[in-house]
């Protein structure tokens, strides 16, 4: 498995960490460099590995004390989690969600196993997802390219745009995409031809194709084996093409795993499938959390942790639903909600667990709504003394000119902020003279 030195690097440095009850600052440094040393050894680009340290330190400092927990096991838990990020957080298969024929087109060099690999998802969107799919060869310069497609097609029971000699690679695009509206085809895959390298040519190619068939993805097809050759590869085609997702083949070899760990973190685009072998079968869905999972081997302490955090939330979500019921809800208990709302990342990671919401994401910036809006909030609050947070009455003019001073804000923001509590204190006293209901609802969070 492509992992498997990695793997056993990290298990070893864990190891260290969770036999342990307390941990100093040296003992989190050095299992950081340690990390990062096995980062580099398995071709990670070096930037990312930095920015995966810094922020692997500044969690584990920030973090949180969870009772029944070591602190060991708090790192192992903070390093998965950095590591499902930087592998891309969720998993994004392939996006059909347009109208039919659904052009994709697949790029790369020559011997990536591009057309392998376009075979290969012909093969599945056919036989698992019932879809009605076309392949194309664009190839027109290696003469048996377009054969070695027709071929695949027969091996899969998939249907393959009939050859036509002397034909171009717009042309092909072209009627591809009117034979398969024709023909009722539900998605087009457009095989492009590949060069050893990358070329003017090939570029200035693409980009015809691109504007022939307009696809809704284009997927580079890159070899795992080529490390970090692979990623600046897609930055290149990126930059020139346009690209929607990555394929990374030969994930099967005995590679360092670097390009499959930094693709998505350096190019922002996300790997999609995995191949995994010759056969017109081995080919996966990306799934950044499984091979995190895997990665470190240590599900068991994450779920731990998991579900010790999750019981501190409940607790306090149960304790926040008494004090509402009695209609009592001073700033201290906005600070403490404020907290847990930037726990769950803020706004934007707010706005990201719910779906369709992409778009909407620059307004709320624009409109102040930001990330920092919850921080900034809790700054106000914690500038305020204590008997000021329980009786908020006590803030006129000059008390709210010293807790904007302390807070680095206007004194709008101060009374803005103040203007909430009242309401969500006023609505909460209401609904707390009904039967509880409120106290159900947070209880249920
Ligand atoms: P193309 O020139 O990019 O179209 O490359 P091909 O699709 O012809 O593939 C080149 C070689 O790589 C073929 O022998 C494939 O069987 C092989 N290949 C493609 N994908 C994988 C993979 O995921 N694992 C392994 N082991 N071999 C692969």
Do not use: C
């Not at 390009?259 to 080919?283: F, H």
């Not at 959390?289 to 081997?297: E, Q, T, V, Y």
């Not at 939330?313 to 639903?321: S, V």
């Not at 101060?414 to 509880?436: E, F, I, P, S, T």
């Amino acid at each position: 498995w492509m992992f498997e030195s990695l793997s056993d690097r990290l298990s070893g440095i864990f190891d260290k960490l969770t036999g342990r009850g307390a941990l100093s600052e040296n003992d989190v440094n050095e299992a950081l460099r340690e990390i990062r040393r096995a980062l580099i050894e398995a071709d990670v680009a070096l930037p990312i590995v930095r920015s995966f340290t810094d922020k692997v330190r500044n969690r584990a400092v920030g973090a949180e004390v969870v009772k029944s927990v070591t602190p060991g096991q708090m790192v192992v838990k903070i390093v998965h989690d950095q590591l499902i990020e930087m592998l891309g957080s969720e998993g994004q298969p392939i996006d059909l969600n347009a109208p039919a024929p659904v052009a994709i087109m697949m790029v790369g060099l020559q011997g990536s196993g591009k057309t392998t690999t376009t075979a290969k998802i012909a093969r599945r969107m056919t036989q698992r997802d019932k879809r009605k799919v076309l392949m194309a060869s664009l190839d027109t310069r290696r003469p048996a390219a377009q054969e070695q497609l027709k071929v695949l097609g027969e091996q899969n029971t998939v249907d393959t745009l009939p050859i036509i000699e002397g034909q171009g690679p717009v042309e092909i695009a072209k009627r591809a995409m009117s034979a398969a509206k024709l023909g009722g085809y539900d998605v087009v895959l457009l095989d492009t031809a590949g060069r050893i390298h990358i070329d003017e040519p090939l570029m200035v190619e693409m980009a015809e194709v691109k504007a022939a068939a307009n696809p809704h993805e284009i997927i580079l097809v890159a070899d795992s084996l080529t490390g970090q050759d692979a990623v600046n590869l897609a930055n290149n085609f990126d930059e020139r093409v346009g690209i929607t997702g990555i394929a990374l083949t030969r994930m099967d070899g005995d590679g360092r795993g670097g390009a499959a760990l930094s693709m998505q973190a350096v190019t922002g685009k996300p790997v999609k499938l995995i191949g995994t072998g010759e056969k017109s079968d081995a080919l996966e869905d990306f799934h950044p959390k499984r091979i995190a999972d895997r990665i470190l081997g240590m599900g068991d302490i994450v779920s731990l942790v998991e579900k010790a955090s999750e019981a501190i939330d409940a607790e306090q979500a149960a304790k926040m639903a008494k004090k509402m019921q009695k209609g009592h809800f001073d700033l201290e208990d906005l600070a403490e909600q404020l907290k847990q709302m930037e726990k769950l990342g803020g706004m934007s990671g707010m706005m990201g667990m719910l779906p369709g919401v992409g778009k909407m994401k620059k307004q709320i910036a624009a409109s102040g709504l930001d990330d920092k809006m919850f921080k900034r909030q809790i700054a106000i609050i914690q500038s305020m003394t204590p008997t000021e947070r329980k009786k908020p009455d006590l803030l006129k003019a000059s008390r709210k000119k010293r807790i904007a001073a302390g807070s680095g804000v206007e004194v709008a923001e101060v009374n803005k902020l103040l203007k909430m509590h009242r309401q969500m204190a006023d609505m909460m006293k209401k609904m707390g003279k009904g039967k509880g209901m409120l106290g159900k609802l947070m209880g249920g969070m």
